[in-house]
């Protein structure tokens, strides 16, 4: 006669320990490889390490865990590193602030041979984005807003002010690459992605949290992107675009996660054929 709800009060038990604890709290290391059309072959097998969306101060990200997160990704040696924005965040339940300048130095131990390139999030802007941008290029982060940088190896990484905050313009962005050569384009959010050209080779955002409780219908309604859930997480094709979005590492608003588990990603990026030589 009890079994049921005994089986119900459990289920909820576990439920709610798995997304207000054990799921945030354990970072996954995602490996995907991703095939580019016009890759240049010169750059097949080219490594990119994607942080997002850390929100430092929230009750299960703290400057340690930071810390631990460099580490593994220097461990694995990517040629490139792509920071994707939202470092701090004091608006969390049960936040705690973390000084922006402790997460940038935590930060700027990052290596790789073609740079660690940055964008900022909404949540950097709320929480005074000059100071987190000023702190991240202090540790020798190349902080991108609507602009580029030739990171070597013919390489360009672009970078585009956050679409919720500021201005978002592709075109300044876009303007010092030359017309034929391969662009990473760096993006928090993944709204500003069907006005890509397909002259980018990859864009990396984050922002979107992988639902940050996927689950049906609640999804479509928490993910904060003008397209709902469309690009809450992986990779995404239109036409000779290609969009890889991050379930980034922190959460916001509530300290939860429900089937959207933190990662980084690592990306071996490919050339599908037919690329610039």
């Known amino acids: 006669m009890w079994v049921a709800p005994r089986l ?7 439920a709610a320990y798995r997304a207000l604890w054990w799921e945030p709290r354990h970072v996954r ?3 995907r490889a991703v095939a580019l059309p016009r ?5 097949d097998g080219l490594r990119v390490a994607v942080i997002a969306d850390l929100h430092t101060g929230a009750p299960h990200v703290s400057l340690a865990k930071v810390s631990r997160v460099v580490e593994r990704v220097n461990a694995e040696r990517p040629d490139l590193v792509a920071l994707l924005g939202d470092y701090v965040d004091t608006r969390v339940a049960g936040a705690t602030r ?3 300048a402790a ?4 930060l700027g131990r990052l290596r790789a041979p073609l ?7 909404n949540h950097d802007w709320a929480e005074g984005g000059r100071e987190i941008g000023s702190a991240l290029a202090g540790a020798g982060i190349a902080v991108l807003e609507n602009k580029a940088m030739h990171a070597g190896r013919g390489l360009w990484v672009a970078g585009v002010a956050d679409a919720g905050m500021r201005d978002p313009d592709l075109e300044a962005a876009l303007a010092a690459p030359p017309a034929d050569a391969p662009v990473v384009l760096l993006s928090h959010s993944p709204d500003v992605f069907q006005r890509v050209p397909e002259r980018v080779s990859l864009t990396l955002s984050g922002h979107t949290h992988g639902a940050q409780v996927d689950l049906p219908v609640v999804r479509d309604k928490v993910t904060p992107s003008r397209f709902g859930a469309r690009y809450a997480g992986g990779v995404f094709e239109d036409r000779a675009r290609v969009l890889f979005v991050s ?3 922190g959460t916001s608003g509530l300290p939860v996660r429900f ?3 933190p990662e980084v990603a690592l990306l071996e990026l490919r050339s599908r054929g037919g690329g610039r030589r």
């Open 103 to 106: 997460v940038a130095s935590a």
């Open 98 to 100: 973390v000084a922006p």
């Open 247 to 249: 379930r980034g590492i």
């Open 8 to 14: 119900i009060a459990v289920a909820v038990a576990a």
């Open 259 to 261: 089937l959207a588990p």
């Open 39 to 43: 890759w240049p072959e010169p750059l």
């Open 115 to 121: 740079g660690v390139a940055a964008v900022l999030g």
């Open 29 to 31: 290391l995602t490996r």
